[in-house]
């Protein structure tokens, strides 16, 4: 599972790094990451390591590289 992790964790930075900020929704589609559970756990594997920023903006959650 931690491989599983860390490989999407890869996939969120690289989509991130190359849009910038986008939201919960675009960050899932952009990764093709399938389920939700997937995708928060590679959110929470790379703020782990302060590498991403959280704003919610008229109701909805948006993520950035720091």
Known sequence: MIELIGANAGLVWNVLNEGGKMSF???????????????YAAFGWLAKEGKL??????????????
């Open 25 to 39: 929704k675009a960050v899932k589609k952009a990764t093709k990451i399938k389920a939700e559970k997937d995708m």
């Open 53 to 66: 920023a959280f704003e919610k903006i008229e109701g909805e959650m948006y993520v950035s590289l720091v």
